[in-house]
């Protein structure tokens, strides 16, 4: 069975531009989570969806970030524009039910020069 | 507001050695806790899982255990290899989010 992946693994961005993460959950896993570490603190988290709904978005920082969940299988999260303090390491996981277990991908590494 | 801390966050310890890592949180209304791992530049690997109503469990030489009226956890190490260095993390289910602590960065010396 794939676990959840992530792509790009790594992205080096401008401070102004936009990027767009990409996450894909275990298969048939309805809730999918996304967190950041940012230099220095610890795991945060970002938001949860429950198939294509937002169930928590309490940890979005601001309204650059954008995340969707289309049909209910992979999502994306969109910075725009990209600061500076938005790099970090994005993690995206997933679980078949909220108390259960969270699968973390492997991350993607932003980079916001 | 759930809050969790790990102590120490840094350990050195021989090969060989038994050794105790701890977790605590502030809000005991939890569903469960998780034991990571994540070595330098790679992911996060997942070591245990204790759901909120059990007190312990183990796998290979990893036990964890799970006090939740007195908000603790430990993960306890036995014989460790230079291959368990890393930086170990607990994680809290609350409210279906994880809360994480800063971590604990073992190194073990051969």
């Known amino acids: 069975e794939a676990g959840v992946t992530q792509f790009p693994s790594h992205s080096v961005i401008e401070k102004g531009q936009t990027v767009t993460l990409r996450c894909d959950p275990i298969?048939?896993?309805?809730?999918l989570y996304w967190y950041r570490r940012v230099m220095g603190k610890e795991i945060k988290f970002l938001l949860h969806?429950?198939?294509?709904?937002?169930?928590?978005e309490s940890g979005m920082p601001n309204n650059r970030f954008l995340a969707e969940r289309t049909g209910g299988t992979y999502s994306t999260l969109k910075v725009q524009p990209a600061e500076l303090e938005d790099s970090g390491v994005y993690f995206c996981?997933?679980?078949?039910?909220?108390?259960?277990?969270?699968?973390f991908g492997p991350g993607t590494r932003l980079t916001v020069t | 507001k759930q809050e969790v801390t790990q102590i120490p966050a840094a350990l050195s310890v021989p090969e060989g050695e038994n050794l105790v890592l701890n977790c605590s949180f502030t809000?005991?209304?939890?569903?469960?806790l998780q034991w990571f791992r994540q070595d330098p530049g790679k992911g996060l690997t997942s070591l245990l899982l204790?759901?909120?109503s059990q007190r312990e469990q183990t796998s290979g030489r990893l036990n964890a255990s799970l006090d939740k009226s007195s908000g603790r956890s430990t993960l306890y190490i036995a014989a460790s290899q230079p291959g368990d260095s890393a930086t170990y993390l607990c994680?809290?289910?609350?409210?279906?989010?994880?809360?994480w602590g800063a971590g604990t960065k073992l190194i073990i010396k051969p």
């Open positions: 996981a997933s679980s078949q039910d909220l108390s259960y277990e969270q699968y």
């Open positions: 298969s048939g896993h309805d809730n």
């Open positions: 969806f429950v198939k294509e709904s937002k169930q928590d």
């Open positions: 809000d005991s209304a939890i569903y469960n």
């Open positions: 204790i759901q909120s």
């Open positions: 994680a809290v289910n609350s409210n279906y989010q994880l809360i």
